[in-house]
């Protein structure tokens, strides 16, 4: 039991504080290169996915046999020596192939096929432009930004078709394009935030590009609540702070007038 509470207050400590998750500053070279190494190991991945969602989608290709070897896969991949990186990453990659084959008829009660589908490939082309951004300069403004600017811009466009092109769509696929779009919105502020890990981590040593990619969605709970964790304690330490100030300005004040009178 205490090796379980262990594993679980490790899981959701992470060591980067809000200065570090805040943190704009040019990135360096080496930190640079494990960065472009995730996220073009990452964008192979999510390539595999988005194939595997369609051959499921037009071959069928389902049930429990693509579930047994991606965990199959994955176990493979854990076992293989850090030192075999081709292997790794072919294992990696049939993981995911394997995965986006074997996820859709475990989502089908929550989202479509269609939209899984367009969820990959959207994540996919994020992360390209993640990735594509980066190769060309080491500013992590401009990367964020532009990103955060590209899903933007996919959220309000899927609003402007809605409005536009209603009457030569039916609801549901206005629906759907909403709902992708609102899922990409999401998966990359959760990226911005993981991106920042991943440079945070590069200053102690180099970075599995392999392990990074596989624990993307692993690590989303574990991240998302440390940063609202810290954004909530910095709001909770400014309020006695604020109230501090304006005892301390009333005091003087009150101080002031009685000296007046005098």
Avoid at 46 to 58: E, I, K, V
Avoid at 191 to 217: H, W
Wanted: hydrophobic letters at 50%; a positive charge.
């Amino acid at each position: 039991m205490d090796f379980l509470v262990n594993a679980v207050k490790a899981y959701f400590d992470r060591s980067w504080s809000r200065k570090d998750m805040m943190s704009l500053a040019p990135i360096p070279q080496n930190d640079r290169t494990s960065l472009n190494r995730v996220y073009l190991t990452l964008y192979w991945a999510m390539m595999c996915s988005s194939y595997g969602s369609f051959l499921h989608l037009f071959w069928e290709l389902g049930g429990l046999l693509p579930v047994f070897l991606t965990v199959a896969s994955v176990l493979r991949l854990h076992f293989t020596s850090p030192e075999r990186v081709m292997k790794r990453v072919s294992l990696l990659m049939i993981s995911a192939f394997f995965f986006g084959a074997s996820v859709v008829p475990f989502t089908k009660y929550f989202f479509t096929t269609d939209q899984i589908i367009g969820f990959f490939v959207g994540a996919a082309i994020s992360i390209g432009g993640f990735l594509y951004l980066a190769m060309k300069t080491g500013e992590r403004s401009i990367i964020y930004l532009g990103c955060l600017t590209l899903a933007c811009f996919l959220m309000f466009s899927s609003i402007i078709v809605n409005d536009l092109f209603s009457s030569f769509i039916d609801s549901h696929t206005a629906h759907l394009m909403l709902k992708v779009a609102t899922m990409q919105t999401l998966f990359i502020g959760y990226f911005v935030l993981y991106s920042q890990e991943i440079l945070y981590d590069a200053r102690f040593g180099n970075i599995n590009a392999v392990n990074r990619t596989l624990t993307i969605f692993f690590h989303l709970p574990a991240v998302v609540i440390h940063a609202t964790r810290l954004c909530l304690r910095v709001k909770t330490q400014r309020r006695p702070t604020h109230r501090i100030v304006l005892k301390v300005h009333h005091r003087i004040n009150r101080k002031q007038n009685a000296d007046g009178e005098l």
